[in-house]
C-alpha cells in the first residue's frame, strides 16, 4: 500500500506561483512514477503531468507546459507540482497519483492516489 497526502494549495492571484508537495508513505517511493492529476466540478480528472521514478523524464499536457513543473525528492519521499504564472482556469482540486514502474498519462493507469488539495486562481 501508499499513503498519498498532498498540500500546498491555497488561493493565488492570476501571475502568481504555488508549489504542491506530495508526501508519500508505504512502499519504497522510488518504485514508483508520479502523475498530478485535477479536476473540477462536473468535469473528469485531467493529467496534468508525470516523472519517472529516477526523476530524469518528465510529460506534462500542453496547457500547462513551461509553466509547470514536476520535481520529486526519493531521499524524502516526495513529489512536488511547481506552478507559475498561474491562470484562472488552472482553478481545480489537484491530486497526486503513483503508478508502479512505468509513466502514465491516463487516470485508470494509476495505482494509488491522494485526496487532492484545492487551488483556486483569481482574476
Known amino acids: 500500500q501508499v499513503q498519498l497526502v498532498e498540500s500546498g494549495g491555497g488561493l493565488v492571484q492570476a501571475g502568481g506561483p504555488l508549489r504542491l508537495p506530495c508526501a508519500s508513505s508505504?512502499?519504497?517511493?522510488?518504485?514508483?512514477?508520479m502523475g498530478w492529476f485535477r479536476q473540477v466540478p462536473g468535469k473528469e480528472r485531467e493529467f496534468v503531468g508525470v516523472?519517472?521514478?529516477?526523476?530524469?523524464?518528465?510529460r506534462y499536457v500542453d496547457s500547462v507546459k513551461g509553466r509547470f513543473t514536476i520535481s520529486r525528492d526519493n531521499a524524502k519521499n516526495t513529489v512536488f507540482l511547481q506552478m507559475n504564472s498561474l491562470k484562472p482556469e488552472d482553478t481545480a482540486v489537484y491530486y497526486c497519483?503513483?503508478?508502479?514502474?512505468?509513466?502514465?498519462?491516463?487516470?485508470?493507469?494509476?495505482?494509488?492516489w491522494g485526496q487532492g488539495t484545492q487551488v483556486t486562481v483569481s482574476s
Open positions: 508505504g512502499r519504497t517511493f522510488s518504485d514508483f512514477a
Open positions: 516523472i519517472s521514478r529516477s526523476g530524469d523524464s518528465r
Open positions: 497519483a503513483a503508478r508502479n514502474l512505468a509513466m502514465a498519462t491516463r487516470e485508470y493507469e494509476y495505482d494509488y
